[in-house]
């Protein structure tokens, strides 16, 4: 089974820069890693490049398939909810996903 990374890039107000790093740390990452199969959770912020977006959060899932399950879960229709009734109006974001090819 070939390991899937899951991004989000997202820029955010600066007015609501700090309270949006610590929602994301204390609850949206430890929600996100409730899910079966999700294995890790990293986020970093940008020091180079020409990106738009100032942070990239990477979550691990097992396999594609679990990722596959997590896209179609309730689970993460509710991060998803709970990310726009919060951020949603001061926020930009995009998601991407990649499966390993190698090793």
């Not at 738009?52 to 993460?76: G, L, N, P």
Request: proline content about 3%; charged content about 30%; glycine content about 2%.
């Amino acid at each position: 089974m070939a390991i899937v990374l899951f991004t989000v890039r997202a820029t955010i107000s600066a007015e609501q820069e700090e309270a949006y790093n610590q929602w994301y740390h204390k609850e949206h990452c430890p929600q996100l890693l409730r899910f079966p199969g999700a294995v890790s959770a990293r986020r970093y912020k940008t020091i180079l490049g020409d990106d738009d977006f100032q942070y990239m959060a990477v979550y691990e899932f097992e396999s594609e398939e679990t990722f596959d399950r997590f896209q179609a879960s309730d689970h993460f229709k509710e991060l998803l909810a709970e990310y726009d009734a919060k951020f949603g109006n001061v926020s930009t974001r995009r998601r991407d996903a990649y499966v390993q090819v190698w090793p």
